[in-house]
Every structure is written in structure tokens, then in C-alpha cells.
């Protein structure tokens, strides 16, 4: 029988930071792919700059997906298209959580145009839990600003240093 080739995946997000909801599909996504690469983006020219630096979202996810265990997981940075980013990377699929209906028109686009360029990197797409159904980065740092409590919804550390910086 012929050897079967690494099934690797790629899961790309600005993770500004990462909360309960992105562990829960990379968990996932983990179980599903021999190898996982998160791909924490550098800086998304869509969005405004992030709260925290490509460095401390990658640090932020490294810590919580080894408190999870998930050993076939790893968090790389990268600030180049998605799909060169996926071949460096030996990816034959982009996987990409969705929560809503409102998430579908966005990764509509991004999967034409990832198709586009890369026909061959299939984008596949995970149901977000019903728990998680609601959460984004964006929330959870608009709670914290306001001193909502955000301890069930990011990882322990993710949550005191949110506090910290943004608690008015
Ligand atoms: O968590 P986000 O902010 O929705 O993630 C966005 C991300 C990283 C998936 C997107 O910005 C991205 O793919 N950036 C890399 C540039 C790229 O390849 N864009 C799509 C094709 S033009």
C-alpha cells in the first residue's frame, strides 16, 4: 500500500487574542489533521492596528495550546499571502472557523480569492460550538474595557493581562 503524505492544515486569524472559541475549532481542526499550523497574521490590512503585537498573540496561543495538550499543533507568524504561507508550510487546506451567517460573506470572498490564486489549497470550514456561537476578539476587549468579566471566555492569562491594559 502507498505511503500516505502528511495531512497538514493551516489556520490563519489576527487571534487579537485568542479566546475560548478559536482553542475549541484548533482542538478541532486537531483532531481531524496530522499537523496544524496556526498562522497568526502580522498585520491585516483590512483591520486597524491590533491591541497586541504579532509576538504576544503567537506567545498568548503557544501557552494556552500547551495547556490543552494539543501536541500536533504550532503557531507560526506570517505577513505574507495566505496561500504562499500554506504551501511554505506543506498545507493542503486553509481551515477557518465560522460562527454566524454574518462570518459568510467575508470568508466568501477570502475563499474565492485564496481559489483564485491557490486552486489546489482547499479552504474547509468548521461550525463554531453553540457555546462560542457568540464570541469574537472584538467583544471580549470591548467587555474588558468596560470591566465586564471575560474569565470564561479567554484563556486565564489572556484574561489578567486584558484587565490590565484595557480596564477604564
Ligand atoms: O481573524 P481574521 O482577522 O478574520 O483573519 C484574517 C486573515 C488572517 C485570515 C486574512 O487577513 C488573511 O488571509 N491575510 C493574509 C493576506 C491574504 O492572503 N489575504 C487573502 C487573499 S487576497
Redesign the pocket.
Given at each position: 500500500m502507498a505511503e500516505q503524505r502528511e495531512r497538514v492544515a493551516v489556520c490563519?486569524?489576527?487571534?487579537d487574542p485568542v479566546t475560548n472559541g478559536h482553542l475549541d475549532i484548533l482542538t478541532r481542526t486537531s483532531r481531524v489533521f496530522d499537523r496544524v499550523v496556526v498562522?497568526v497574521?502580522g498585520q491585516?490590512i483590512?483591520?486597524q492596528a491590533t491591541l497586541f503585537n504579532a509576538e504576544e498573540r503567537k506567545g498568548f496561543l503557544e501557552r494556552a495550546l500547551a495547556g490543552n495538550g494539543l501536541e500536533n499543533v504550532e503557531v507560526q507568524v506570517?505577513s505574507n499571502?495566505?496561500?504562499e504561507f500554506a504551501r511554505e508550510c506543506g498545507a493542503t487546506a486553509i481551515v477557518?472557523g465560522l460562527r454566524a451567517i454574518s462570518d459568510f460573506e467575508?470568508e466568501f470572498e477570502?475563499n474565492q480569492?485564496?481559489r483564485k490564486?491557490a486552486p489546489d489549497i482547499e479552504s474547509v470550514y468548521i461550525f463554531a460550538s453553540a457555546e462560542f456561537s457568540f464570541l469574537s476578539s472584538t467583544g471580549v476587549k470591548e467587555m474588558a474595557t468596560f470591566g465586564g468579566d471575560v474569565g470564561d471566555l479567554v484563556p486565564t492569562e489572556v484574561a489578567a493581562v486584558l484587565t490590565e491594559r484595557l480596564r477604564r
Open positions: 490563519p486569524g489576527s487571534y498562522g497574521v491585516s483590512r483591520k506570517f499571502l495566505l496561500v477557518k467575508y477570502m480569492l485564496n490564486l
